[in-house]
């Protein structure tokens, strides 16, 4: 086992992949953002500040709907609650040892893909490191903004001719955070995740998709406590 704490420059190359994941996702907010009338500087904003991912998707036809600010705004806390969770389960796989000196900083950059890497390094067996967590959130958040900003330069119909990219865009980011999960999974995880995997879909089917992401978070941090 490896316990060396891991550096920038790999929380950097760790990025990699998430980076090219989220660039294509984010060039098609920019393009949605300017064809919904936003301006390039205006896309640029909601991607610099609100940094949500797919939830951005949301946020852009709640506004350009008429639904009042504060309505988007609730929403998409709503739909991330569960990031809330990802600072202290991180601090709890990396060991009462783990710095939380700069976790104010870092944690801005927790996106489900970003929290599963970091999870991955660990069960890998990597030390905590600040440095790595810095490393690795500003290279998913500098290919969040820029996609952004590059799809704004685009404008609206840039992805007119290229239908079957536009509609695969939107599977990119789930795809990419199942892939980081599966490369962790452990037998004995199995069971919390088929809880969390059930009550999550009847939730959505039942309620919204919002309720079924909530109830399989409760359902699963359940679970794996019953289970240990």
């Known amino acids: 086992m490896d316990e060396t704490p891991s550096t920038f420059s790999r929380g950097l190359l760790t990025s990699v992949p998430i980076a090219l994941g989220y660039f294509p996702i984010a060039f098609a907010f920019g393009v949605a953002a300017t064809k919904a009338g936003f301006s390039g500087a205006e896309a640029f904003v909601l991607s610099l500040v609100i940094y949500a991912g797919a939830s951005q998707f949301l946020a852009l ?3 350009t709907s008429g639904a009042p600010l504060l309505v988007a705004a609730f929403t998409l806390v709503a739909m991330n609650l569960r990031h809330v969770l990802y600072g202290p389960a991180l601090m ?4 009462e040892g783990a710095s939380r000196h ?3 900083g870092w944690a801005w950059g927790l996106t489900d893909e970003v929290f599963g890497a970091a999870l991955g390094e660990m069960a890998r067996g990597r030390r905590f490191s600040e440095r790595y967590m810095f490393g690795l959130g500003l290279g998913a958040y500098a290919a969040w ?22 509609a695969g865009l939107g599977f990119m980011l789930p795809a990419l955070f199942l892939a980081l999960l ?3 999974l452990t037998r004995a995880a199995v069971p919390v995740i088929a809880v969390a995997g059930l009550v999550t879909v009847c939730g959505t089917l039942a309620v919204s998709p919002t309720a079924g992401i909530l109830g ?6 359940l679970a794996g406590v019953v289970r240990t």
């Open 61 to 63: 036809a709640l506004m």
């Open 92 to 95: 709890k796989a990396a060991g």
């Open 102 to 104: 700069l976790a104010w």
């Open 145 to 166: 903004v820029s996609g952004t900003v590059v799809g704004a330069v685009a404008g609206g119909g840039a992805l007119q001719g290229w239908p079957a990219v536009e």
């Open 182 to 184: 599966l490369s962790i």
């Open 216 to 221: 399989g978070m409760v359902a699963g941090a």
